[in-house]
């Protein structure tokens, strides 16, 4: 079933921009301000934040246990109100950087995120904050 697209291409790659600015600074306000009121942030390898508190929660714990991130987008595709991308996340913790492949997933609802999810090896990431990665 085909929808119609909600959100311009230029406001999607916008909205991604500004998402990824407020993520570099770990802004917990400034990344929910790009979700809709009932969003959903699934990392796959986990289990489903759902919810505006839970989404909230989920960006708050994150953000206690980094300095920072940075998103290095290799390929993106804007369909409507879906958005693929391929990137490199870049986690700043316990002092040293981890570079982690992400495939993501952002559906939008009304210019906002109401979907997001990632893909990527949970074991890179695990082993990548203990050091052993």
């Known amino acids: 079933m085909a929808t119609t697209a909600t959100t311009s291409r230029e406001d999607a790659e916008r909205l991604i921009e500004t998402f990824i600015d407020a993520w570099a600074v770990l802004d917990v ?4 301000e790009h ?4 969003p959903t942030w699934h ?15 989920a960006i708050t ?10 998103f ?5 595709v804007i369909d409507g109100d879906l958005i693929l ?9 316990n002092g040293r950087t981890i ?3 992400v495939a993501g997933v952002f559906e939008l609802r009304d210019g906002k995120i109401h979907t997001w999810r ?5 074991a890179a990431f695990t082993n990548g904050i203990s050091g052993e990665g």
């Open 118 to 122: 990632d893909y990527f090896d949970l």
């Open 99 to 101: 570079p982690l492949p």
């Open 43 to 57: 990392n796959m390898p986990m289990e489903a934040a759902v919810g505006s508190d839970a989404v909230r929660g």
């Open 72 to 76: 290095e987008i290799l390929h993106q």
């Open 85 to 93: 991308n391929e990137r490199v996340d870049h986690l700043d913790v």
């Open 35 to 38: 979700f809709t009121d009932e």
């Open 61 to 70: 714990a994150f953000a206690a246990m980094s300095s920072g991130i940075r």
């Open 29 to 32: 306000d400034r990344i929910m």
